[in-house]
């Protein structure tokens, strides 16, 4: 049974940062690609970032480009989204999801994509 469990949202003023982070159990993590996405109340669930089952090729969405920063840590079953410089658009549930195929050659950057979602993570950024 894969497991993920997202932690580190929280309040954050315009401006500031946060580290997310999701830890996996269930499967080889590090044999899979990371995404994150993100969903704001009546807001459809869109894309945030992924990075591939090796770490390294990463992609993101074009309001987040420059100011997040996905990663990686196979060693700890874990994956991280740095986000600095948050405005109050970036306020969402933040979910982390694993990808259905393994070492998939192109990032995953849609839902269906993905097979595994973890709870999410609340992030409010106030103006």
């Known amino acids: 049974q894969v497991q993920l469990v997202e932690s580190g949202g929280g309040l954050v003023q315009a401006g500031g940062s946060l580290r997310l982070s999701c830890a996996a159990s269930?499967?080889?993590?590090?044999?899979?690609?990371m995404g994150w996405f993100r969903q704001a109340p009546g807001m459809e669930r869109e894309f945030v970032a992924t990075?591939?089952?090796?770490?390294?090729?990463?992609d993101y969405a074009d309001s987040v480009k420059g100011r997040f920063t996905i990663s990686r840590d196979n060693a700890k079953n874990t994956v991280y989204l740095r986000m600095n410089s948050l405005k109050p658009e970036d306020t969402a549930n933040y979910y982390c999801?694993?990808?259905?195929?393994?070492?998939?050659?192109?990032?995953?950057?849609?839902?269906?994509?993905?097979?595994?979602w973890g709870q999410g993570t609340q992030v409010t950024v106030s103006s």
């Open positions: 269930g499967r080889t993590f590090s044999d899979y690609a």
């Open positions: 990075i591939s089952w090796s770490g390294r090729s990463s």
């Open positions: 999801a694993a990808d259905k195929k393994i070492y998939s050659t192109v990032v995953p950057t849609t839902p269906p994509e993905y097979d595994h």
